[in-house]
């Protein structure tokens, strides 16, 4: 004997699978992100760290240039850059420069204080 149709149960059924493939989907996102490779240290090569004269040291900025800079003024504490998530060798995502880490003790001219 055939069952009639249920248009209860149906949608019950198709919203119980959306959920469970979105919460699948996020877990599968979060496991990609723990086992995501180091980003790469930002260096000189990059289009967009040249525009900014971007440095591993904060201390080897030319002050003639840059005459507003500050021997305090170090990538650590610019609000671009993602703390969370320092290494262990010093270096850090910065929004400014998307896929690569920046060292705490660098410097660029987009240096905004936090």
């Known amino acids: 004997m055939e069952r009639p149709f249920n248009p ?3 949608r019950r059924f198709a919203l119980k699978a959306m959920a ?3 919460l699948g989907a996020g877990a ?4 990609l992100a723990a086992a995501a490779p ?3 240290h ?6 967009a760290a040249a525009s900014l004269e971007y440095t591993d ?9 840059f ?13 671009y850059f993602e ?6 060798d010093a270096y850090a995502p910065c929004r400014l420069y998307p896929g690569n880490a920046v060292s705490v003790n660098g410097w660029c001219a987009g240096y905004a204080s936090r």
Do not use: F, I, M, Y
Not at 83 to 88: C, H, I, L, Y
């Open 28 to 31: 599968a996102r979060l496991g």
């Open 83 to 88: 703390p969370a998530a320092v290494s262990a």
């Open 20 to 22: 469970g493939a979105l």
């Open 57 to 65: 040291d904060t201390g080897t900025v030319d002050a003639r240039k």
């Open 42 to 47: 930002l260096t000189d090569r990059n289009p």
């Open 8 to 10: 209860g149960k149906s």
């Open 67 to 79: 005459p507003e800079h500050t021997a305090d003024q170090r990538c650590a504490n610019c609000k």
């Open 38 to 40: 180091q980003l790469p």
